[in-house]
């Protein structure tokens, strides 16, 4: 039964393609003032949902049955004419990324206030005035000056907080919240929820919250739902959904959302790469002649060192320098000073001497995994051909094509594929299948080092385990050392042995993972980890997993 108090309900909703159901009759209520988090791994239907709510699903899939009522209106029967006016007045979205959703050549000001002149028929005095109070709301600086700023000139969190504002534009009653904070740091992330809980207090806004962090979920929600392969399979209120699950599928999900906490003893071999003093300035020009006025410091003097067979998880919000440093040690960008020793057998290397000749012949040794892995693989190529190009390139392993292939087998079959996988094309396979394909090719010209430029961020919580697990085994079976890069701390303790913490260019502690997770000195550690999730925070404390 529909409770008359709910702001929305959706009832035994239905979405086919063709004959086959992508979400099966699924049902759940939200109350007004209530968070209510539909949660789930990719393509199990969740954004599918959200988006036949607004009503804006591709044309290819029908709502095959059930109904959407809005404050008890139903929304399924209304033309077109009237749904647009539903739209930003009683139901508003915001999404993962807001830069996609933000128009990059108008002001930031502009967008907003063209929802107040579209939906409430404001000038555009009475717009800029009301955007200007909405920018303070959600928490902007210097909102005045602001408004006429364009999105590539406001920071990430800065950029979510511009959506949300034009979401709460014409106050609707309904907020849905698409994976809001999944592409934030952690410090950026517990800003945008405590904002969003707070704009829930004070207007009484009901939210749906599309996510599948499980951390986030026990911060935020109310009530829970599971979905699974287009199904809810379990409802239940925050405390019960976290104390007590019922599905098995549910447990699996909230068993794989805090990693193993393992802390690795620090490995006793010798250093296989060592960073000594480094910096990467980068020149501000400016005037007709591009004169240089000053530098940006994207790395500033950072000095660590990596042993054979061990991992270093370097961890750091957006713009620390984290990434560059991966760069440079790649040689992809040029360095200011410093140096990057590579310990090859009995000889250093320093490779940022080294000019391109001689480095192509040691780029064997150091390869990279990315952070979105569909974009690093060429979508024209099959799997085979992405492995076999580094092999060929680097003149590394078997002669020969057959010899290549059966190399190739093994390697897939390392990361958890078929070998018949390498007769297939990049978007034929899921985003933790891809990034198993991107962790062969890096094997294939059997590298030392490996830099992981967060290669789990983009990553749902059961296959971000999996890609964890695979590469501590590798690590295991082939004493491979890894530079983690990364902005999210539960994993850090799954898979390192030190912590190097950075800020603004400069390491300012680091140390054996145990020691910088549980007794942080530098007062930006303990802002990163006191920023994290409860339920990441408690896991911090537990005794740690025997390996």
Not at 54 to 68: N, S, T
Not at 117 to 124: E, K, Q, V
Not at 313 to 328: C, D, F, M, N, P
Not at 340 to 364: A, H, T, Y
Request: net charge neutral; aromatic share 6%; glycine share 6%.
């Amino acid at each position: 039964m529909t409770s008359k108090q709910s702001v929305l309900s959706v009832e035994d909703l239905t979405i086919r393609v063709g004959v086959k159901e992508l979400v099966k009759r699924i049902s759940f209520d939200i109350q007004r003032g209530e968070i209510f988090a539909l949660v789930g791994e990719s393509g199990s239907g969740k954004s599918l949902t959200s988006l036949a709510i607004m009503r804006l699903l591709p044309d290819a899939l029908d709502i095959a049955e059930g109904k959407v009522l809005l404050n008890e209106q139903s929304l399924f029967t209304l033309p077109e004419h009237k749904m647009q006016r539903v739209r930003g007045q009683q139901v508003a979205m915001i999404f993962q990324e807001p830069m996609t959703s933000l128009n990059p050549v108008m002001k930031v000001g502009e967008q907003v206030a063209e929802v107040l002149r579209i939906h409430l028929n404001m000038n555009r005095n009475q717009a800029r005035e009301k955007v200007i109070s909405l920018f303070e709301e959600v928490g902007i600086p210097e909102p005045t000056s602001r408004y006429d700023w364009y999105p590539h000139q406001l920071s990430g969190g800065q950029k979510q907080r511009v959506m949300i504002a034009m979401a709460l534009a014409c106050e609707p009653d309904l907020l849905i919240a698409d994976e809001p904070t999944t592409a934030l740091d952690v410090t950026i992330q517990s800003q945008v929820l405590q904002l969003l809980k707070k704009i829930r207090d004070e207007r009484g806004l009901a939210i749906l919250f599309i996510t599948h962090d499980m951390g986030v979920v026990n911060e935020m929600a109310d009530h829970v739902a599971v979905m699974r392969q287009g199904e809810i399979v379990e409802k239940a209120n925050k405390t019960h959904f976290f104390t007590a699950p019922t599905h098995p599928y549910t447990r699996k999900l909230l068993e794989d959302a805090v990693p193993k906490h393992t802390y690795k003893p620090i490995s006793d071999t010798q250093d296989l790469l060592q960073i000594n003093d480094l910096k990467v300035h980068f020149p501000i020009k400016k005037g007709i002649f591009q004169r240089t006025v000053g530098y940006v410091k994207a790395v500033d003097g950072v000095t660590l060192s990596i042993a054979k067979g061990e991992t270093l998880a370097l961890v750091g919000e957006s713009g620390s320098g984290k990434s560059t440093i991966g760069q440079a040690i790649l040689r992809l960008i040029d360095t200011t000073d410093g140096s990057v020793v590579f310990q090859n057998k009995e000889q250093d290397i320093d490779f940022i001497k080294l000019n391109e000749k001689n480095m192509k012949p040691l780029r064997k040794k150091v390869q990279v995994i990315f952070q979105d892995p569909f974009s690093a693989l060429n979508p024209r190529m099959q799997i085979s051909d992405i492995i076999r190009e580094g092999m060929n390139s680097l003149k590394v392993g078997p002669k020969g094509r057959e010899a290549q292939d059966r190399r190739i087998d093994d390697l897939l079959q390392q990361v958890g594929l078929l070998p018949e996988h390498k007769y297939r094309y990049p978007h034929e396979f899921s985003g933790g299948q891809r990034q198993r394909i991107g962790i062969a090719r890096a094997l294939a010209v059997e590298p030392e080092l490996i830099i992981c430029d967060e290669p789990t961020s983009a990553l749902d919580v059961s296959v971000r385990a999996q890609v964890l697990d695979l590469l501590n085994d590798l690590q295991k079976t082939y004493q491979m050392s890894y530079l983690f890069i990364t902005h999210d701390l539960s994993i850090i303790p799954a898979i390192a042995h030190k912590v190097a913490v950075m800020k603004q260019g400069k390491i300012v502690e680091q140390g054996n993972v145990e020691a910088i997770m549980c007794n942080p000195q530098h007062k930006y550690t303990q802002k990163l980890l006191n920023s994290a999730p409860e339920l990441i925070k408690k896991a911090f404390k537990e005794k740690p997993v025997a390996r």
